[in-house]
């Protein structure tokens, strides 16, 4: 028997494999990591490529939602958030900005988990909506597609 370890989340699955099996490895070759993520976001907010700052494309009467991954994706909400809020917030008043959780059919996240994902600031300084795709009240029909026949209801009323 082989062993092997595989990511899961946060922790790894451990299994063992018979050694006639044969086995192939795939590894990830993507870009080197960014080292200082809330750097290289604040950068990318003030020097966008093919496209003005997002200072510049925000009205003073505007409203902004931020949509944001849930507790079951590993992106860096916590360092991508301050720098986003902060260029945001140089155009509109904070409560002209709402922060929704895309969780699809994922269950709500808790305070404990919101504060883990996004920071203790962002959680106690602004509204962040559960999005619960199961309550058409809080849902917008965007009409029929020519393939579904049933309703199209992925916005949200905030």
């Given at each position: 028997?082989?062993?092997?370890?595989?990511?899961?989340?946060?922790?790894?699955?451990?299994?063992?494999?018979?050694?006639?099996?044969?086995?192939?490895?795939?590894?990830?070759?993507?870009?080197?990591?960014?080292?200082?993520?809330?750097?290289?976001?604040?950068?990318?907010?003030?020097?966008?490529?093919?496209?003005?700052?997002?200072?510049?494309?925000?009205?003073?009467?505007?409203?902004?939602?931020?949509?944001?991954?849930?507790?079951?994706?590993?992106?860096?909400?916590?360092?991508?958030?301050?720098?986003?809020?902060?260029?945001?917030?140089?155009?509109?008043?904070?409560?002209?900005?709402?922060?929704?959780?895309?969780?699809?059919?994922?269950?709500?996240?808790?305070?404990?988990?919101?504060?883990?994902?996004?920071?203790?600031?962002?959680?106690?300084?602004?509204?962040?909506?559960?999005?619960?795709?199961?309550?058409?009240?809080?849902?917008?029909?965007?009409?029929?597609?020519e393939e579904h026949t049933s309703e199209l209801?992925?916005?949200?009323?905030?």
């Amino acid at each position: 028997m082989t062993s092997y370890k595989i990511p899961h989340g946060k922790e790894e699955i451990s299994f063992e494999m018979p050694s006639e099996f044969e086995v192939t490895i795939a590894e990830n070759n993507s870009a080197l990591a960014i080292s200082n993520i809330t750097e290289s976001t604040k950068n990318a907010l003030m020097n966008p490529i093919n496209s003005a700052p997002l200072t510049d494309l925000i009205k003073n009467s505007d409203s902004v939602c931020i949509v944001v991954t849930d507790l079951t994706r590993p992106s860096p909400d916590k360092e991508i958030l301050p720098p986003l809020i902060d260029q945001i917030l140089k155009k509109i008043p904070s409560d002209n900005l709402k922060i929704l959780i895309a969780s699809g059919l994922h269950r709500e996240m808790t305070e404990s988990e919101k504060i883990e994902k996004y920071g203790e600031q962002i959680v106690k300084n602004f509204q962040i909506i559960n999005h619960d795709a199961k309550n058409k009240q809080t849902l917008v029909s965007l009409g029929r597609s020519e393939e579904h026949t049933s309703e199209l209801q992925s916005h949200v009323r905030i």
